[in-house]
């Protein structure tokens, strides 16, 4: 018998706002001009927190910190397209999606000064906390799916992680387990080109990473990461789907403009000119250019803007610094074990005593 090919298999991508200010008007959302400045809002606010966060850390009045910059297009745009009733799921840098999902700036501070309640989430908002783990965060998405499924729900669930994720089995299985079980997830691969140093060329020979998806049976579709009008219009028709039962991995081409985290020295690993060119097709700037162009921006209101941020900036970071944790040290000890071995035992006396 002739060996025959069975299956044909595609990725569409997509670009709604090029570099050079073109703008597809046939798959440009439909936002106000006020939905508009909010976004644009949201992603001066998180990357001006980013910039202060480094500045903290770096006097030592902050721990490890994993900065956005550069990647606030591709959370900003999917966290908008959420509706309350619909759940995120984020790993660990995802601080403009907090910020756009309501979360106070001066929780995200507590939560890298190694303050837990940082990372309590209010009982009325559908988030997970960070999970610094990587690639574990999308199976949690794939159960909460999974019973939004079965629970006959018309809501959805978005999961975040890095390039990096995609080569660990954890990512995949969550995948197959979502199209296995018509499960409400949105996969959101934030492509930064980068696990930690392992660039994007020495983690796998796929042409895109969104074809991955089609191992598992559900759709792949890439978009320009660092286009907010691409990404809420991708993540928007996506999340649709998911609600009816047909889960969507969206691959966003990215740049992350700063470290990796705090403890990182991306000169190591990559160039200047590489930085240069990314931080010349930036999310934050070609959005304000557009929103210029458009009339929706002008000095006046970039200018209040920027006030109102410093302000809540500058307050969030002096709440930050009074702030407690409201636990005893001593309770690092109860929770690894049921029956704590003997060396832990020790270890707990000693640290009773001082010692």
């Known amino acids: 018998m ?8 595609g990725v569409d991508s997509v670009q709604v706002l090029a570099e050079d200010g073109t703008v597809d008007r046939e798959l440009a959302p439909d936002l106000s001009d006020e939905r508009l400045r909010e976004a644009y809002r949201q992603m ?57 999902r309501g979360a106070s700036p001066h929780a995200l501070l507590w939560y890298a000064m190694g303050m837990e309640e940082g990372a309590e989430i209010p009982d009325e908002n559908r988030d997970m906390p960070p999970a610094v783990p990587v690639g574990t965060q999308p199976l949690h998405a794939a159960g909460i799916g999974w019973g939004q499924e079965l629970e006959g729900e018309d809501a959805a669930t978005l999961t975040y992680f890095g390039d990096g994720a995609t080569s660990e089995g954890d990512v995949y299985e969550a995948m197959n387990v979502a199209g296995v079980f018509d499960a409400h997830v949105v996969f959101l691969c934030q492509n930064n080109r980068y696990a930690i140093s392992t660039p994007r060329a020495q983690q796998t020979r796929t042409e895109t990473l969104a074809q ?107 709440r930050a610094k009074a702030g407690e944790a409201d636990v005893d040290p001593a309770d690092m000890f109860e929770f690894a074990y049921a029956d704590p071995p003997r060396s832990v035992e020790r270890q707990r006396e000693a640290f009773e005593r001082g010692e």
Do not use: C
Not at 2 to 9: N, V
Not at 60 to 85: F, H, K, M, N, R
């Open 44 to 100: 001066k606010r998180s990357r001006r927190l980013d910039e202060r966060a480094i500045a903290l850390q770096r006097r030592g009045e902050l721990g490890t910190y994993a900065p956005a910059i550069g990647q606030e297009a591709a959370q900003v745009g999917s966290a908008l397209a959420l509706a309350d009733e619909d759940w995120m799921v984020p790993s660990f840098r995802e601080s403009a999606a907090f910020l756009t």
């Open 212 to 318: 991955k998806a089609v191992a598992a049976g559900i759709e792949g579709v890439q978009v320009d990461g660092n286009d907010l009008l691409g990404v809420y219009g991708v993540v928007s028709d996506a999340l649709e789907r998911a609600r009816a039962g047909d889960p969507v991995f969206v691959e966003a081409l990215t740049y992350r403009l700063s470290m990796h985290t705090t403890s990182d020295n991306p000169a190591v690993y990559r160039t200047e000119e590489e930085e240069a060119e990314w931080g010349r097709r930036g999310p934050v700037e070609r959005f304000e250019a557009y929103l210029r162009e458009e009339g929706v921006l002008d000095d006046e209101t970039v200018a209040r803007i920027d006030e109102e941020i410093e302000a809540e900036l500058a307050d969030a970071i002096e």
């Open 2 to 9: 002739p060996r025959q090919r069975i299956a044909e298999f």
